[in-house]
Structure formats: C-alpha cells, structure tokens
C-alpha cells in the first residue's frame, strides 16, 4: 500500500528555518504530484506547495517567497524547504501524494514557530 512518511519538523524561533521530507513508498512517485499541506488548530486544512512530475510548482500566496518545495525521484522523496517563518507557519504538515485517481496522505509533523 502507499505510505508516506514526514519527518523533520519540530520547533523554531521566528524567523529560522526547517527541512522537512517525505519518504514515499508503494507508488509510481516519478509520475505522481506530490504536495505539502497544512493544518493549524481550529482551521480548514490548506494548500503549501505542490510539485508536479514535470517540476512544476504551485504555492500558496502566504508563503511565496519563503518556502520551496523539491522532489528527489531517486529517492522517492519531496522535500519542504521553510525559511523566514513566523508564528502563523504553525500547524501540522501533511505530505500528499495524488496520481491518477488515488490521492494519499501522510500523519502529519507538527511545526512550531514560537515569536
């Protein structure tokens, strides 16, 4: 089955920087389009950054300029690159996986940004 798993997050001052990855398996990840979402507390979850297989990237307006997203088809592994965060930033970060029909989600690492 499809797994994907975070890692990678944890707390950080405002305005530092965190990496976070996520390892994919079970899935033809060359083909697929990965994406970062998020979840803060009492919130709807949203939209970060998507790749596509092509490397073609989507952003979210709130943190364009700030945060990049990268995929390592070698490895099977996209990464979240976050830099100049802010406390807004703080929520818990998905990794998504959607190819053809099937859309799939990691567990989430939580991301602190304290001010």
């Known amino acids: 089955q499809v797994q994907l798993v975070e890692s990678g997050g944890g707390l950080v001052q405002s305005g530092g920087s965190l990496r976070l990855s996520c390892a994919a398996s079970?899935?033809?990840?060359?083909?697929?389009?990965m994406g970062w979402f998020r979840q803060a507390p009492g919130k709807q979850r949203e939209l970060v950054l998507t790749?596509?297989?092509?490397?073609?990237?989507k952003a979210a307006d709130s943190v364009k300029g700030r945060f990049t997203i990268s995929r390592d088809n070698a490895k099977n592994t996209v990464y979240l690159q976050m830099n100049s965060l802010k406390p807004e930033d703080t929520a818990v970060y998905y990794c998504?996986?959607?190819?053809?029909?099937?859309?799939?989600w990691g567990q989430g690492t939580q991301v602190t940004v304290s001010s």
């Open positions: 790749i596509s297989s092509g490397g073609g990237t």
């Open positions: 998504n996986a959607a190819l053809g029909n099937g859309v799939y």
């Open positions: 079970g899935i033809f990840f060359s083909a697929s389009t």
